[in-house]
């Protein structure tokens, strides 16, 4: 299978108060040293495979002008069936739409997170609702029909009635597809250092349940945890993370997967900058995934699909041998309604969502790799 191409485009105008990605807040004139650098790294890595999908992400990659976003592509082998692009409201104009519909840019992930102004404005965001409405109708003009919209749910002194308006909207917009996040206190945002109080866990399964009726009413599939699709327009990038396939990452802070290593790029732009101009790969760190690391992420991202995963395969792959009295915590968790196990493939219930990180410890708590065997 093609690998998955993911860029890095760390600048945005403002920091929200509650993000932890890698980010910039620097002026115009700095985006196009970056990008040369960036363009320059691709070169240095020898990485010429067709990829499958690209996904331009970050910060906010709709900041820079349509002929740096050529640049990138330009450097890397034609054939992608899916490119998509992150792009916050208020940041997006005739040219750069343009520009993206010449460029094949097929994908864009449109960062609403509410469609209140007081929700945006508490979060830090620069944008209003009217922004998202108006990019949202300016993109299906230029014909881009696979938009997804991001939503965070849970925002401090957020209200239910609201948040029940922002699905309602989801349903007159129609996009193909749907991001619903649950605010977490991130240790690198502004809120970690003080701020409003953010809710506490069990105050989300509200909003949360909402979105699963909601959507699931208005025709989307709920095909993993955060992510809701019409059919056929399920991301094909993501798909790869969750499945295991290799990605190759570019730009600062960018994370790469192959051959069962997991290496990243320097979080520094600085040194991102230094170690390009010396013609070095920016290497931040590598790691090889151990049989414990391998079998966490297939369990971690085997549940946060709808669809599961298949526990013998896993086993195989990893050369484990699933203790006897594991399957009577399987057991247990079927008759609490949280998981459901055909005796091949385990996945979680709809109850079972809202606790899938107290779960994936559950069954992988103590260690699976155990010299006992049990067969399928």
């Given at each position: ?69 050529a640049a990138v592509l330009g450097a890397l082998a034609p054939g992608a069936s899916e490119i ?87 349903g007159r917009l129609q996009p193909e597809h749907v991001s619903i996040y649950m605010l977490e ?172 990180n107290g779960i994936i410890e559950e069954l992988l708590c103590p260690t699976l790799l155990s ?6």
């Amino acid at each position: 299978m093609k690998p998955g191409v993911y860029i890095h485009i760390p600048f945005c105008e403002q920091r929200c108060y509650y993000c932890a990605f890698t980010v910039a807040v620097s002026k115009p004139d700095t985006y196009a040293a970056y990008i040369r650098r960036l363009v320059r790294e691709i070169e240095l890595s020898g990485f010429k495979e067709s990829p499958g999908t690209i996904f331009f992400g970050g910060g906010t990659p709709s900041i820079v002008e349509s002929p740096a976003i050529a640049a990138v592509l330009g450097a890397l082998a034609p054939g992608a069936s899916e490119i998509s692009l992150e792009a916050n409201p208020g940041t997006l104009d005739d040219a750069k739409l343009s520009g993206y519909r010449d460029l094949n840019v097929n994908r864009i992930s449109l960062g609403a997170q509410s469609f209140h102004d007081e929700d945006l404005e508490l979060a830090g965001r620069l944008h209003k609702a009217a922004d998202v409405f108006k990019d949202f109708e300016a993109l299906r003009r230029y014909g881009f029909s696979n938009i997804n919209i991001d939503l965070i749910a849970g925002l401090p002194r957020q209200r239910i009635e609201l948040w029940r308006e922002n699905l309602e909207i989801i349903g007159r917009l129609q996009p193909e597809h749907v991001s619903i996040y649950m605010l977490e206190l991130e240790e690198r945002s502004i809120w970690s250092k003080g701020g409003p109080d953010i809710m506490p866990d069990d105050a989300f399964a509200p909003f949360y349940e909402e979105a699963c009726e909601r959507l699931d009413a208005q025709g989307y599939i709920h095909y993993e945890i955060s992510n809701w699709a019409r059919p056929g327009f399920e991301c094909r990038h993501n798909l790869k993370y969750w499945t295991g396939v290799p990605y190759r990452g570019f730009g600062v802070a960018a994370h790469s997967f192959s051959a069962g290593k997991r290496f990243w790029n320097t979080a520094s732009l600085t040194e991102y900058a230094s170690q390009i101009d010396k013609a070095v790969l920016p290497t931040g760190g590598s790691e090889e995934l151990t049989p414990q690391m391998r079998l966490e992420e297939a369990f971690l991202l085997g549940l946060r699909r709808m669809a599961g995963f298949d526990i013998w395969t896993v086993a195989e792959a990893i050369g484990i041998r699933y203790p006897s009295d594991w399957f009577e915590r399987i057991t247990a968790l079927q008759d609490g309604g949280l998981v459901s196990f055909d005796g091949r493939i385990l996945k979680l219930t709809s109850a079972g969502w809202l606790v899938a990180n107290g779960i994936i410890e559950e069954l992988l708590c103590p260690t699976l790799l155990s010299t006992f065997e049990a067969t399928p």
